[in-house]
């Protein structure tokens, strides 16, 4: 079937507007037209539909589509593995890459971060080390994006050593790559590396982010350096960044193992996210440990009431 020049850059554009928006109702509707016109026939789209659909989170769609896609492309490959990364389905993300290896399709500069993130996850540390060499073998390891995953991967597996070996040999670096560093030195309780690097990235000019700060209060938490965590939360607000859920539980966690639960009510009665699993678990253990169960059932009812104020 002849298909009119232009079409396809068309409905192209309008699945790029789909996925920017997350818009499943407006993809769907979209994907109707494409069927009647017969546009949905052709790989380019395909490929644009299993892109679509897997940043909707629709991977019942997305596979199917995949499957009848005839020429499945460097790029098809990468959306759903992407897409599987990004909700934390690594060993569907991860089965995939193998797939695409068997397949003999290329690898581009943006196949294999969601892969490390996968490998991170599950944890595999062998297989993250195999990626990394085809990191090296496909010329990846100037790209930053590829080194920060890198960084990410093998401080998640327990190898800060070859963590710190990536990071001092990136030509570049960016606020993520001081994160991905800094979580991991936080995750093992290296608290002086943590802070080391943080007025590094300083001094050479990065502005510090939220996930920035969330490595810094765990290394305080960690640490049990109170006061310390706060004077990175005043430095926080300093760059004109609010505390959000995650620097809420560090600093919850922080005062609770401290027994300052004055001080950790008050954090979380000035929080604008209401409290997860997490953050109740470091209330509730620091409330058993100081026998101040009290404590916890007062934020609770005021948590509660304010839910029902906002509904």
Same mark, same amino acid.
């Given at each position: 079937?002849?298909?009119?020049?232009?079409?396809?850059?068309?409905?192209?554009?309008?699945?790029?507007?789909?996925?920017?928006?997350?818009?499943?109702? $407006?993809?769907? $509707?979209?994907?109707?037209?494409?069927?009647?016109?017969?546009?949905?026939?052709?790989?380019?789209?395909?490929?644009?539909?299993?892109?679509?659909?897997?940043?909707?989170?629709?991977?019942?769609?997305?596979?199917?589509?995949?499957?009848?896609?005839?020429?499945?492309?460097?790029?098809?490959?990468?959306?759903?593995?992407?897409?599987?990364?990004? =909700?934390?389905?690594?060993?569907?993300?991860?089965?995939?890459?193998?797939?695409?290896?068997?397949?003999?399709?290329?690898?581009?500069?943006?196949?294999?971060?969601?892969?490390?993130?996968?490998?991170?996850? =599950?944890?595999?540390?062998?297989?993250?080390?195999?990626?990394?060499?085809?990191?090296? @073998?496909?010329?990846?390891?100037?790209?930053?994006?590829?080194?920060?995953?890198?960084?990410?991967?093998?401080? $998640?597996?327990?190898?800060?050593?070859?963590?710190?070996? =990536?990071?001092?040999?990136?030509?570049?670096?960016?606020?993520?790559?001081?994160?991905?560093?800094?979580?991991?030195?936080?995750?093992?309780?290296?608290? $002086?590396? @943590?802070?080391?690097?943080?007025?590094? +990235?300083?001094?050479?000019?990065?502005?510090?982010?939220?996930?920035?700060?969330?490595? =810094?209060?765990?290394?305080?938490?960690?640490?049990?350096?109170?006061?310390?965590?706060?004077?990175?939360?005043?430095?926080?607000?300093?760059?004109?960044?609010?505390?959000?859920?995650?620097?809420?539980?560090? +600093?919850?966690? +922080?005062?609770?193992?401290?027994?300052?639960?004055?001080?950790?009510?008050?954090?979380?009665?000035?929080?604008?996210?209401?409290?997860?699993?997490?953050?109740?678990?470091?209330?509730?253990?620091?409330?058993?440990?100081?026998?101040?169960?009290? @404590?916890?059932?007062?934020?609770?009812?005021?948590?509660?009431?304010?839910?029902?104020?906002?509904?």
């Amino acid at each position: 079937m002849h298909t009119p020049q232009g079409i396809i850059p068309f409905f192209s554009t309008l699945l790029d507007s789909c996925s920017s928006t997350r818009n499943l109702h $407006k993809l769907k $509707k979209l994907h109707g037209r494409m069927i009647i016109s017969g546009i949905s026939r052709h790989d380019f789209i395909r490929a644009k539909l299993v892109s679509s659909y897997s940043v909707c989170a629709q991977f019942h769609e997305a596979s199917i589509i995949f499957s009848i896609t005839n020429r499945q492309s460097t790029f098809l490959y990468n959306s759903l593995i992407r897409a599987f990364s990004s =909700v934390n389905r690594f060993s569907d993300s991860l089965l995939l890459f193998r797939d695409m290896l068997r397949a003999g399709k290329a690898l581009d500069r943006h196949t294999l971060p969601p892969v490390l993130k996968s490998c991170a996850g =599950v944890p595999d540390f062998h297989l993250g080390r195999n990626v990394h060499v085809l990191v090296f @073998v496909n010329g990846f390891d100037s790209d930053i994006a590829n080194s920060n995953s890198l960084v990410t991967m093998y401080s $998640k597996c327990g190898d800060l050593g070859s963590a710190q070996k =990536v990071f001092d040999q990136m030509p570049e670096r960016n606020v993520v790559s001081c994160s991905a560093m800094m979580s991991g030195y936080a995750l093992y309780g290296r608290c $002086k590396e @943590v802070f080391e690097l943080f007025d590094r +990235m300083i001094l050479d000019g990065l502005q510090p982010d939220g996930p920035i700060f969330t490595a =810094v209060l765990a290394a305080c938490s960690h640490g049990g350096l109170v006061e310390k965590g706060k004077e990175y939360l005043q430095i926080m607000k300093d760059f004109g960044l609010r505390p959000g859920l995650e620097h809420c539980t560090c +600093m919850v966690d +922080m005062l609770g193992r401290a027994g300052r639960l004055e001080e950790a009510e008050a954090i979380v009665e000035g929080m604008d996210a209401a409290p997860d699993e997490v953050l109740w678990s470091a209330l509730l253990a620091a409330c058993k440990t100081y026998g101040k169960v009290e @404590v916890a059932e007062r934020l609770a009812d005021k948590i509660y009431a304010r839910r029902l104020v906002l509904t």
